[in-house]
C-alpha cells in the first residue's frame, strides 16, 4: 500500500523561528510532491510543489526532496501566529491523477 | 478564492434523503476530483474525471454516484446515507498528471447524515 507518514504533532515553535515540517513517502515511483496548507474549518491550500531533488525556495517556504531516501520537508523561516495550521504533504506519480496525502501535522505558532 | 466553488457549504440530511452536490470549477482545467475528509484519517480520493471521462476506480460505496456533464463542473449524487458519511466534501480540479497535477480545492461541503 503505498504511504505517506507526517508526525501528527502539534509542533510547537516560537514566532519567528523556523518550523520544519516532514514527511516520507514509500512508493519510489512518486515524482511530484506538493505542500498544502489547511487552516481549521477550511479547505486545503496549495503553497509548495517540487519534482527535482534538492531545494526549491518560494518567500518563506523552502521545500526540500530527497529521492533516495524518499523524504520530503518543508521548511518555514521567521514563523508567523498566522503559519498556524495542518501542513498536509501529497505525492503522486506523473502517470496518475490521484494524490496520495499524509493526515497533515499540526503547527502551532505561539506568540 | 482558488478558482473552485461548491454548493452547498453545509448540508444536514436523513438517511433516506437524495441530495446533490455541486462544483464549479473557473479555471479551465482538464481533470476534476472528488475527496472525502473526515476526522483524524487522510483525504480519501473517491473519483476522478478527466476531459468528462471518469478514469482511476477508487472503491467508494453506490451510494455516492459522480456526474460530470462538462469540463467544467461535477456533481455528487447522494442517496441512502449512513451517519459514517458525514464528513467534509472537497472537490479540486487540476490540469492534468505529474507535474500539472497541482490540485486546487474549493471551500468543501459539510455534510452532516442523521
Known amino acids: 500500500q503505498k504511504e505517506v507518514e507526517q508526525n501528527s504533532g502539534p509542533l510547537s515553535v516560537p514566532e519567528g523561528a523556523i518550523a520544519s515540517l516532514n514527511c516520507t513517502y514509500s512508493d519510489r515511483v512518486s515524482q511530484s510532491f506538493f505542500w498544502y496548507r489547511q487552516y481549521s474549518g477550511k479547505s486545503p491550500e496549495l503553497i509548495m510543489s517540487i519534482y527535482s531533488n534538492g531545494d526549491k525556495e518560494d518567500g518563506r517556504f523552502t521545500a526540500q526532496l530527497n529521492k533516495a531516501s524518499q523524504y520530503v520537508s518543508l521548511l518555514i523561516r521567521d514563523s508567523q501566529p498566522s503559519d498556524s495550521a495542518t501542513y498536509l504533504c501529497a505525492v503522486t506519480r506523473n502517470s496518475g491523477y490521484a494524490l496520495n496525502f499524509g493526515k497533515g501535522t499540526s503547527l502551532l505558532v505561539t506568540p | 478564492e482558488t478558482g473552485v466553488t461548491q454548493t452547498p457549504r453545509h448540508l444536514v440530511m436523513g438517511m433516506t434523503n437524495k441530495k446533490s452536490l455541486k462544483c464549479e470549477q473557473h479555471l479551465g482545467h482538464n481533470a476534476m476530483y472528488w475527496y472525502k475528509q473526515s476526522a483524524k484519517k487522510p483525504l480519501e480520493l473517491m473519483f476522478v474525471y478527466s476531459l468528462e471521462e471518469r478514469v482511476e476506480n477508487n472503491s467508494v460505496p453506490s451510494r455516492f454516484s459522480p456526474e460530470c456533464p462538462n469540463s467544467s463542473h461535477l456533481f455528487l449524487h447522494l442517496h441512502t446515507l449512513q451517519p459514517e458519511d458525514s464528513a467534509l466534501y472537497l472537490c479540486?480540479?487540476?490540469?492534468?498528471?505529474?507535474?500539472?497535477?497541482?490540485?486546487?480545492f474549493g471551500p468543501g461541503t459539510r455534510l452532516t447524515v442523521l
Open positions: 479540486a480540479s487540476s490540469e492534468g498528471t505529474g507535474r500539472l497535477n497541482e490540485q486546487f
